[in-house]
């Protein structure tokens, strides 16, 4: 994720947040029924409402659920994730979801088959003869192509959603970076489309060789063991020479847009419609992840009511919502109605969680003391603040701080707390071991939507019998992450003590980068920060080191583990839940797995955060 946390703050709406189900039964149990007699029929358009849809059409810069859900059909990526239906995080079915297989690529590189060499630093990848554009005259995928992408990321108009992972991973991609900033940032440099394309077509990524046009090697800083995750990001699409001729990000190039996928767009105007129609270039035998059963796809934007949304679903003029949540009012109905359109996924994110502000001066530095920030681990009452947002139905109480699902997670709990009830007696027994025996007040950060303001309301209300008063400091989303990581700010009174921060990461399994590089690795108090609270500890910033230079997942996984351990002995966050998502979709809908099985809902792919609209097929055409 980018510091600036887009990708999450557009996430944060396909995640379920409703009042009154403590009561209710949960789909999320147990896979939707499935039947293997029922063979998938082709044609028909597939429906989808969206209140403001995409915001990126170009794959460099486009880091949002709904780009995301509508780039499934029109890019792909040497390596990408399968979609199949599963039951919880630690089923079978997580683990086939969030592990990269070959996409435009022939194999995953491996060291047994030779696409790992150089003691892991060197992955080669082949691209698959017949995968193809849609140009005129249709033409082959190239590893040029794919390079292209690359030598975009740092363009000066609308560079990647998040260079830092790419920085990390590729011998010179910094540098390139770095060199081209510098070239555009001179006045007389002008960002045109052609100025643009020279510079990147006569400038090299040290790190990123084409030996020919069906090869691709990337040179690594190190051996890592999670490169395949990151290049399964959509940032890694293909990028055809075409673009060269228009702006990165610009209309022109979003309405002049090419596929190599089973979906071209036929038609985009911004804010009222986007339209996909069967690619006529893609061939289902070079693509075993996608599927093209609809003739069609039509994006209606402009529709910001979740009740209108839900109602012209179930009318069905309308089949899935690209960026809305299920209305929560109706959420209740459905599931005790036991609607098979409707389904709770399990998803492992950390939303919302506490960060303390290490560096705030209020209250005497409270927010930096270690035994205050043991006080409201101990204090905090989880299972109320779940029970805010609807109950376990669709939240997990978590106390580490990487989530379930991912490599280095080992369930624990090192500030026992009565199944999530909360400790009042050691909160009040730390709080008088800082210096506070009569209680304190802190100011607390957090958004003022509903649900945010709920689980506020549960938390504030769980620590006042401990003798911590917490004055709530509501803020829009649009300035909430902005202030959250202002750390050239933070350190001065009035500014917050606690905030109400959440986190869902770019890509699940083998994710400890995404999760504790992104969140803890100092010193990183800098503007625009995620690591909020300006947390800085030489351990766990070795641990990462460690963890990102294992050779091994196992040993990976250790590090990975050893952190999160060091960082809630830190009491750095209070982690509080991991939330589900819930997809509806219209009674036409059925999803299609890997296993050639029909079942009765669309399938959530944990990695785009929505549907996957590849993997589906409309009943009676």
Known sequence: MTSAPKRFVMLSAAVIAVAGLAACSSSKSSTPAASSSTAPQSGGTLHIVAASGPDHIDTVSAYYTADYMLERGYTRQLVQYPTVPYTSTSAPGWTTDTTPVADVATVVPTVANGGVTNG???????????????STPVRQVTS????????????????????????????GMQAFCNAETAFFAIKSNAPTAANIANYQNTHSISGI???????????????????????????????????????????????????????????????????????????QSTDSLRHDYVSSIVVTEGVTSAQTQLSDMEAGTEDLPMDTPVNPSSIPSLLASGDSNFHVWPWSTTYPYIVFNLRSPDASGAAGKLLVRQAIEYGVDKSAAVKAIGGPSVATIINTVIPPGNLGYQPYNLYPDDSGQGNIAMCKTDLAKAGYPHGLSLLYEYQNDSSDTRIF?????????????????????????????????????????????????????????????????????????????????????????????????????????????????????????????????SSRIRGIGSDG????????????GAPDITALWIAGG
Not at 597 to 608: E, G, S, W
């Open 120 to 134: 892991g630093k060197t992955y080669t990848f082949h691209i698959k003869p017949g995968v193809d554009w849609d």
């Open 457 to 585: 309301t549960a938390i504030q209300a769980s620590l006042a019998p401990c003798g911590i008063t917490l004055n709530g400091k509501p803020e829009p989303g649009s300035s909430f992450f902005v202030d959250l990581g202002n750390a050239p700010e933070n350190n001065k009174p009035n500014q917050w003590d606690l905030g109400q921060a959440a986190w869902v990461p770019d890509w699940y399994g083998n994710n400890g980068r995404t999760v504790i590089q992104a969140l803890f690795q100092g010193p990183n108090c800098v503007i625009n920060t995620v690591n909020d609270g300006c947390y800085d500890n030489a351990t766990v910033n070795s641990l990462i080191t460690q963890a990102e230079g294992a050779s091994s997942l196992s040993a990976a996984g250790s590090f990975w583990h050893q952190a999160d351990m060091q960082i809630m002995s830190d009491a750095a966050i209070v982690p509080i839940m991991s939330q589900d998502t819930a997809v509806y979709s």
């Open 597 to 608: 099985k029909t079942y009765p809902t669309a399938i959530f792919a944990p990695n785009i």
């Open 144 to 171: 040029q192509d794919f390079l292209r992408e690359f030598k975009a990321f740092c363009n000066p108009v609308s560079p990647v959603g998040n260079p830092t992972y790419f920085y990390a991973a590729i011998v």
């Open 209 to 283: 060789t084409t030996p020919d046009s069906m090869t691709i090697q990337f040179t690594l800083t190190s051996a890592i063991t999670d490169f395949l995750d990151m290049m399964a990001m959509p940032f890694d699409s293909a990028r055809p020479v075409e673009y060269d001729a228009y702006v990165p990000n610009s209309l022109q190039l979003d309405q002049h847009t090419l596929s190599d996928g089973p979906y071209q767009i036929s038609s985009y105007i911004p804010g009222k419609s986007i339209t996909l129609v069967r690619n006529p270039a893609w061939k």
